[in-house]
């Protein structure tokens, strides 16, 4: 295991376009975390799951974001419809239980033109 | 509502003097305090904890202060390497393990 693995590392999409995102968490860890970093800005928390359930979504989480945990394993983030406020950085982490300092991935840089 | 501060943008220090970044909160329901620490085009890596329950924390040339009633927590790097250069984030957690981050500070640590 090689840590949270994040997909693709880069992304440009033109505005209205829908784009997706993975992460593969650490296979032993429960929790997966979802968070976004613009320039200057520390990590935004945006969603998080234990197991396969969603237990938390950011107000920052419009309608137009979605984050699925099918069977407890990878992630996805989709943003339909992106905006140029949407270009940035987007984040995921896992930890077991609420283990504190958990793992983040490389993540996945957005770049709406 | 920027519950995490970290109001110095930046820090520079030379190799082998100590580097201090400080960071403040305002939500004393936090129960655990960290420091992130972060190279360009990678993840935030884990670097040190401090649990509200305690005033410093350490490990090998990091130090961590926590000062509750001041809501201010400071990380202590001594002696500084120049491989210690890179954005430092504070953080802050409630026992539902999502974490509230402070802006960063970046350290560059001349030679």
């Known amino acids: 295991d090689t840590g949270v693995s994040q997909n693709p590392r880069h992304k440009i999409t033109k505005r209205g376009q829908n784009v997706t995102f993975r992460c593969d968490p650490i296979?032993?860890?429960?929790?997966l975390y979802w968070y976004r970093q613009t320039l200057g800005q520390g990590p935004e928390f945006l969603t998080y799951?234990?197991?396969?359930?969603?237990?938390?979504k950011s107000r920052l989480l419009s309608d137009r974001f979605s984050a699925e945990r099918p069977k407890g394993s990878f992630s996805t983030l989709e943003i339909q419809r992106t905006e140029q406020g949407d270009s940035a950085m987007y984040l995921c982490?896992?930890?077991?239980?609420?283990?504190?300092?958990?793992?983040f991935g490389s993540g996945t840089r957005l770049t709406v033109v | 509502d920027q519950q995490v501060k970290q109001n110095s943008p930046s820090l520079s220090v030379q190799e082998g003097r100590i580097s201090i970044l400080n960071c403040d909160y305002t939500?004393?329901?936090?129960?655990?305090f960290l420091w992130y620490k972060k190279y360009p085009a990678e993840g935030p890596t884990f670097l040190i904890s401090?649990?509200?329950?305690?005033d410093k924390n350490e490990d090998g040339r990091f130090t961590v202060f926590l000062n509750k009633s001041a809501k201010h927590l400071s990380l202590h790097i001594v002696p500084s390497q120049p491989g210690d250069s890179a954005v430092y984030f504070c953080?802050?957690?409630?026992?539902?393990?999502?974490?509230?981050f402070g802006q960063g500070t970046t350290l560059q640590v001349k030679p």
């Open positions: 982490a896992s930890s077991l239980d609420q283990s504190y300092g958990y793992t």
């Open positions: 296979s032993e860890h429960n929790r």
């Open positions: 799951f234990q197991n396969e359930a969603q237990l938390e």
């Open positions: 939500n004393s329901m936090f129960d655990y």
């Open positions: 401090i649990s509200s329950i305690k």
């Open positions: 953080a802050a957690t409630t026992n539902t393990g999502k974490l509230i």
